[in-house]
């Protein structure tokens, strides 16, 4: 047996609209998703300095 069918009607009608008004709530808009550039964050992307007899050279 299928739970609703120990259900009164009123409830299965209850139940029901508050099915209804989750799934309302979950269709918003979608937000777009801002687009991070990770790597610039952590800096993996800049350069490098080494000190070379006494100057700084980029390696």
Not at 30 to 57: A, C, L, P, S, Y
């Amino acid at each position: 047996m299928k739970f609703a069918d120990h259900l009164s009607k009123d409830s299965i009608r209850k139940f029901n609209q508050l099915r209804r008004a989750a799934r309302n709530k979950k269709e918003k808009p979608k937000q777009k998703k801002e687009k991070v550039n990770w790597h610039d964050i952590m800096g993996t992307n800049r350069d490098t300095f080494k000190r070379v007899r006494g100057r700084v050279r980029r390696k």
